[in-house]
């Protein structure tokens, strides 16, 4: 009985030793990985999100109404109303 209690000690010990061990080859896989991908996330984001933010804006502002022709129109009368001292 008493060597199985050192025994399950022993692998106990064993086990978490392995794990420590694992765990900080995991983690430093896991850096080295995101730092070689950074440049590509980087590159990716830069190229799909304006478009797809100005595609998204269009289609909102298409919702209600609002073109680029009305906000040239309303640029237009902004810019009346300043010239008058309106605003």
Do not use: C, H, K, S
Not at 29 to 46: D, N
Not at 51 to 70: F, W
């Amino acid at each position: 009985m008493t060597d199985l209690f050192w025994g399950a000690i022993g692998g106990g010990i064993a086990a978490g030793f392995v794990w420590m061990l694992a765990n900080r080859a995991i983690d430093r896989q896991l850096q080295q990985g995101a730092a070689q991908m950074r440049p590509q996330i980087q590159a990716a984001v830069r190229e799909q999100v304006p478009p797809a933010v100005r595609a998204e804006l269009t289609a909102t502002l298409a919702r209600y109404n609002i073109t680029p022709e009305t906000g040239r129109q309303l640029n237009a009368a902004l810019t009346l109303a300043d010239t008058a001292g309106l605003i």
